[in-house]
């Protein structure tokens, strides 16, 4: 499977961004899948996963009640809608496929990854 992140770029604090994954070649819409993100000098860290049918969906403290992850299956996409967004949210963004159908923040259990999108949130 191919994992492709887009839609990020450059956003005033407050402003909104909805990032898109698109999955292709041999993909399973039963995986889970979630969101992670790098900043610079920092470790990757977990924002957001839903499970296989759209539901179990988790997010880090982070950015619960900002940011809104969904899933179209019959297009085998996963968005990232991430709204009131901070300096802090300032990060490569990854979405991955979890190797199971709930999906979960422990990165070790993904085992497909997308090239990243970068979002800078000025301030």
């Known amino acids: 499977v191919q994992l492709q992140a887009f839609g990020g770029g450059l956003v005033q604090a407050g402003g909104s961004l909805r990032l898109s994954c698109a999955a292709s070649?041999?993909?399973?819409?039963?995986?889970?899948m979630g969101w992670f993100r790098q900043a610079p000098g920092k470790e990757r860290e977990f924002v957001a996963a839903i499970g296989w049918n759209g539901g179990n969906s988790n997010y880090a403290d982070s950015v619960k009640g900002r940011f809104t992850i969904s899933r179209d299956r019959a297009k085998s996409t996963v968005y990232l809608q991430m709204n009131s967004l901070k300096s802090e949210d300032t990060a490569v963004y990854y979405c991955?496929?979890?190797?199971?159908?709930?999906?979960?923040?422990?990165?070790?259990?993904?085992?497909?990854w997308g090239q990243g999108t970068l979002v800078t949130v000025s301030s």
């Open positions: 070649g041999r993909t399973s819409s039963n995986n889970a």
């Open positions: 991955a496929r979890h190797r199971s159908s709930v999906g979960g923040s422990n990165i070790q259990n993904y085992n497909a």
